[in-house]
């Protein structure tokens, strides 16, 4: 069994977990290859590691001999680690050295128990829908046009608002004012969409969510519509550009630059141990039930 190892280092990051972590991996004989600027992080806090006995990759086929692709971070570094993959379907294991971890399966204390667990095949796999965008001009997120999470359209200026256009299928839907507007995956539900008042999605729904941003109207509402629909816009602003964002990258553009918005031609790999369930964490995540009446309830 082979890890490639994504992260990034935070306030929250606990540098004797990490040093326990790596001091298992050679005593369990698990191979290792460290994402090269993460390595460099690490080298300067964690004692057992010497860079010249150290694999690194900086390319994603850095990744193709790992089984698995562990992250370390918060939700944010998940998102730059799916970006990486991308098609290449390896398994992501997501461990919260962060703040919320909504998508992380497994705390920094679960590591050790965890790798044993996946070298004993005690894991399972959750497919992940992705959407991805296409623009007219093209060019906007030509690096990379997918995410796991949510397309957003934004004002770039405070002082106004922008008008977007949408349809479904090539057929109007309807005009938004107000700040912007959020595609959001089943996966995404939980994020931005979330705090603009959208509906948590369950991941094998099969669905986009459209949610406005700060809606100049008190009869818009979000919409649920089929993934295999293709959602496009057409926007407006007084300042001339939009700020587009794709998972957490974003981009300037103009403001008449169309764009369709539809489901990923692939899917994205999430492990999480066989005793962990979406419905746990989702309640562990949002507080669900963080009631002292509720405490004999089952957590």
């Given amino acids: 069994m082979k890890l490639a190892?994504?992260?990034?280092?935070?306030?929250?990051?606990d540098f004797k977990v990490l040093e326990q972590f790596f001091h298992f991996l050679e005593k369990e004989q698990i191979a290792y290859t460290l994402y090269e600027r993460y390595a460099e992080q690490l080298l300067e806090h964690v004692n057992c590691l010497q860079s010249s006995k150290i694999a690194v990759?900086?390319?994603?086929?850095g990744l193709l001999d790992a089984k698995f692709v562990y992250c370390f971070g918060g939700d944010g570094t998940v998102l730059e680690a799916v970006r990486f993959v991308g098609r290449l379907g390896k398994?992501?294991?997501?461990?919260n050295f962060g703040r919320m971890g909504y998508l992380s399966s497994i705390s920094q204390a679960e590591l050790i128990p965890a790798t044993l667990d996946l070298k004993r095949d005690l894991y399972k796999i959750d497919t992940r829908s992705m959407l991805s965008v296409v623009s007219d001009p093209p060019g906007v997120f030509s690096d990379a046009n997918y995410g796991i999470n949510d397309l957003t359209i934004h004002k770039s200026n405070t002082n106004e608002m922008i008008t977007v256009h949408?349809?479904?299928?090539?057929e109007y839907l309807n005009t938004y004012w107000g700040d912007g507007l959020i595609v959001a995956t089943p996966t995404g539900s939980t994020a931005y969409s979330l705090s603009c008042g959208g509906p948590i999605i369950f991941p094998h729904s099969a669905t986009f969510s459209i949610t406005p941003v700060a809606p100049h109207s008190l009869t818009v509402r979000p919409v649920v519509i089929p993934?295999?629909?293709v959602v496009s816009f057409e926007i407006e602003s007084r300042s001339g550009?939009?700020?587009?964002?794709?998972?957490?990258?974003?981009e300037l553009v103009k403001a008449r630059t169309s764009l369709a918005v539809r489901k990923?031609?692939?899917k994205i790999k999430l492990l999480r141990m066989s005793t962990t369930k979406h419905i746990d964490n989702l309640r562990r995540s949002l507080m669900w039930g963080h009631d002292r009446r509720n405490r004999h309830r089952k957590r």
Wanted: negative net charge; hydrophobic residues 40%; charged residues 20%.
């Fill in 264 to 266: 990923a031609d692939f």
């Fill in 5 to 13: 190892i994504f992260g990034r280092i935070s306030d929250n990051t």
């Fill in 241 to 250: 550009e939009v700020m587009i964002a794709l998972d957490n990258r974003t």
């Fill in 166 to 170: 949408a349809y479904v299928n090539g």
């Fill in 91 to 95: 398994p992501i294991l997501g461990v």
């Fill in 57 to 61: 990759f900086n390319e994603q086929q």
């Fill in 227 to 229: 993934d295999n629909w």
